[in-house]
């Protein structure tokens, strides 16, 4: 267990759906990192959030959007689905002070019928 | 932008065989490097990390790495593999402008094991 916890770990939705994907962060970690997984893709960073704010953000889609709450724990919500959103999407924390080491979550598996 | 090269999409060892993944990067500044592996169905488990300092770095389950600056590579070494190292391994640059360290990883490395 790596202290980070995501769920729901599987989840089958339709296209146009909406869904929610919830991480928690190792305790003592302020930032939170969301990344997607897919094999013609490969391991993609979307966001980044940092005790509470917007740090960083990357190839993240308009249809997608992230918060973090202040007990830390962040959501990823991705809206309009398409068959193209089907993938893992790992949530990471760190410390993030100094040399920085992200620890990762167990994902999160959406498949878009 | 920084970048990072798997070459080898796919390795097999017979177990008790030694074993190298290349990794390549492409970094402006001196890169914090990361070995990462991902059994099936599971998330990503640090290997091991290279900050800064000795270039030949430990990490866990017997393997290491080394940075080598002047062929900006940093490739996993194992000495003898074992079947449960059967997984796909991911090499990763840190970016740390701006104020994030978020990775940016390779298209990883899928090693089989034979028996």
């Known amino acids: 267990d790596s202290g980070v916890t995501q769920t729901p770990k599987h989840l089958i939705t339709a296209t146009g759906q909406r869904v929610t994907l919830r991480c928690s962060p190792r305790?003592?970690?302020?930032?939170v990192y969301w990344y997607q997984q897919s094999l013609d893709q490969g391991l993609q960073f979307l966001i980044q959030y940092y005790n509470g704010e917007e740090r960083a953000k990357g190839n993240i889609l308009e249809r997608f959007s992230a918060q973090q709450f202040p007990d830390l724990h962040s959501e990823l919500n991705l809206s309009s689905l398409e068959l193209g959103d089907s993938a893992l999407y790992f949530c990471?924390?760190?410390?993030?002070?100094?040399?920085?080491?992200?620890?990762f979550g167990a994902g999160s598996r959406l498949t878009v019928l | 932008a920084q970048s990072v090269t798997q070459p080898d999409i796919h390795i097999t060892v017979s177990e008790g065989a030694s074993l190298e993944l290349r990794c390549n990067y492409s970094y402006g500044a001196t890169p914090y490097l990361f070995w990462y592996v991902q059994s099936p169905g599971q998330g990503l488990q640090l290997l091991l990390k290279y900050f800064s300092g000795d270039t030949l770095v430990q990490g866990i389950k017997g393997f290491e790495a080394e940075f080598k600056r002047s062929q900006s590579s940093f490739n996993l070494r194992k000495p003898s593999v074992h079947w449960s190292d059967a997984a796909e391994y991911f090499c990763?640059?840190?970016?740390?402008?701006?104020?994030?360290?978020?990775?940016?990883f390779g298209k990883g490395t899928k090693l089989s094991v034979i028996p």
């Open positions: 990763a640059v840190q970016d740390s402008g701006a104020g994030s360290y978020q990775l940016t």
């Open positions: 305790s003592g970690d302020l930032s």
């Open positions: 990471a924390s760190s410390v993030e002070a100094g040399a920085n080491v992200l620890t």
